[in-house]
């Protein structure tokens, strides 16, 4: 199975319109987005092209392969435009390994949730990395729209035995083997 990881939107018009050319050019089974869709939040600028109606249909058009984790800057109103569901959570089994999917303002590699799992994906720090710890993997996409420490642009792809970090024209950043 190869899925697709997204974070952090935030509203973008303009890298929503990527994400369906990323869709487009990988092909994914599955796309999981991690939060934060719509809004930019009172902490962050307004993302380029800021119009998260544009986002929801982007998304809304994506509806049969995605499933989406509900984020801190996410509200329920958001529900009312979007015809998929927020999760709090996501458990999976992808290639043979236990994922647990979340935004990470409540779990993240410093504060583990109950339930059993290999590898924690989560985003809201706007920063991609790929780390082992404790016997477990953490790994972050990054933000599609709003990196931050100049970090780049960037998603998350799991594909075989690979969590595979790329920026927004395709080209690996990090790669791991597990
Ligand atoms: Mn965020």
């Known amino acids: 199975m190869k899925v697709l990881i997204i974070s952090d939107i935030h509203g973008s ?3 929503a319109e990527k994400i369906k050319e990323i869709n487009e050019r990988e092909n994914p089974d599955k796309i999981i987005v991690l939060g934060d869709l719509y809004y930019h939040g009172p902490r962050n600028n307004l993302t380029q092209e800021y119009k998260p109606m544009k986002v929801a249909e982007i998304l809304n058009s994506l509806k049969e392969k995605l499933l989406v984790v509900k ?10 435009i979007s015809e998929f569901e927020f999760q709090d ?4 089994e992808i290639n043979g390994k236990k994922f647990y999917f979340t935004h990470g303002h409540k779990f993240n590699i410093e504060k583990l949730p109950d339930e059993n799992f290999d590898v924690m994906i989560y985003g809201h720090i706007h920063q991609y990395f ?9 790994a972050n996409p990054g933000s599609i729209s709003l990196p ?14 690979k969590i595979i970090i790329k920026n927004i024209d395709g080209q690996v950043i990090q790669e791991f083997n597990y």
């Not at 984020?71 to 009312?80: K, L, P, T, Y």
């Open 13 to 15: 018009g303009y890298y």
């Open 71 to 80: 984020g801190n800057c996410d509200a329920e109103v958001d529900e009312m």
């Open 130 to 138: 790929i780390q082992e710890k404790e016997g477990y993997i953490f």
């Open 89 to 92: 959570h996501i458990i999976m």
């Open 148 to 161: 931050k420490c100049n970090t780049e642009h960037s998603y998350m792809i799991l594909e075989e035995n």
